[in-house]
C-alpha cells in the first residue's frame, strides 16, 4: 500500500493553490506544478499568505507554518514530479487537458502513484481513460475555498481499484478532510444543489428582489451559510461558475441549471470575483483565496 509522503499538485489556479496549502499544511511535502513560472509563483504566495494569516490568528503554531512554507516547492517540468505518492489535477476544467496529463504522467510516476481529479462536471471514468491505468484514478472534489471546507466528494471511476480507493481515502484523512462518497455523476452531489440556487439568487439579483448586499444578509442570517452567494461566486470565480453551469445544463437540459445573463456580462467585463479584484463586490487582495 503506498504511503502518501510527497504530493504534487497540477494547477496553481483558485483550487490548486487551496489543494496544495491542505497538502502541505498537513505535513506531506508538496509540488506545486504549472505551465508558467509566474504562474507557480502566484500559486505559491497565496499558498504562503493564508498560512502566514493562519499564524498571525493562532490557527497555526510558528512552527507549524514555517515547517508548511518549507514543505511547498514549485515547478513547470512534469519530470519533477517523478516521486509523488498522489497527484491532484486542478487544472481547467477540459477533458482533453485533463486526459492528456495523466497520459503523460504514465510515464513519468511509479505504477503505484495514485492520480486525483478535481474536476466539477467532467466523467472520472472518461479522464481516467486518458492514463494506461486507469485503476489509480479517482476523483476527489474539493469544496472551494479547499483550506477552509471540510468536505470532500469522493467519486470512484468505472475502473477505479480498491487499493486506490483507500489510499486516497487514507489520503484524505490525513489532511483532516471529511469525505462523502459521490457516484461519477454531472456534477457529483453538492454541485446539483448548489449551481441551481446560485442561479436563483442571481436572477432574485437580476429581478431587484434585493441588493447583493441584503440577499447575502438574508442567506447567512436565515440559511446559516458561512457566506452569502455573491461573496460566495467571487471567491469561485464567475468563469468557473458560468462554464460548470452550462456543462451541467448541456448534460442535465434542466433549465434552472443554465447561467442567467448576468454572469456572461460580468465574464465578458472581466468581473470575475476575487482574482481579478472585481466581481460583485470589489478587493484590493486579490488573493486567491481569504482566511
Ligand atoms: N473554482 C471552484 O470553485 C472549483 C471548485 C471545485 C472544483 N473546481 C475544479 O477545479 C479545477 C480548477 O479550477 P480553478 O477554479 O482552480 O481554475 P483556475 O482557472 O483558477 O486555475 C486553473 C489553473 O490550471 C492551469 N493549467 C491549465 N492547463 C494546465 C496544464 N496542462 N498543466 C498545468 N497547469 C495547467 C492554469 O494555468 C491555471 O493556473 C477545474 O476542474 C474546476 O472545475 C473548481
Known sequence: MTKVTTVAVLGAGTMGSGIATVATRAGHRTILHDLTEERVERGIATV??????????????????????????GTTDLADLAGCDVVIEAVFEDLGTKKDLFGELDGIVS????FHTNTSTLSVTAIASGSRR???????HYCNPAPLMKLVEVARGQHTADWAYKVTADYLA?????VVVAKDMPGFIVNRF????????????EAGL???????????GALGHPMGPFRLLDVVGMDIHQQ???RLYEQLREPRFAPPPMVERMVAAGD?????????YTYDDTRLFGS
Open 111 to 114: 505504477e503505484s502513484t495514485v
Open 48 to 73: 504562503r499568505g493564508f498560512l502566514t494569516k493562519s499564524m498571525e490568528l493562532g490557527r497555526l503554531s510558528p512552527e507549524q507554518g514555517e515547517t508548511a512554507i518549507a514543505g511547498l516547492t
Open 244 to 246: 460548470v453551469a452550462m
Open 174 to 178: 490525513s489532511v483532516g478532510k471529511t
Open 134 to 140: 486507469p485503476e489509480r484514478v479517482v476523483g476527489t
Open 194 to 205: 448548489l449551481i441551481p440556487w446560485e442561479n436563483s439568487c442571481i436572477r432574485a439579483l
Open 210 to 220: 434585493g441588493t447583493k448586499e441584503s440577499i447575502d444578509a438574508a442567506v447567512t
Open 272 to 280: 470575475l470575483g476575487r482574482k481579478t479584484g472585481r466581481g460583485f
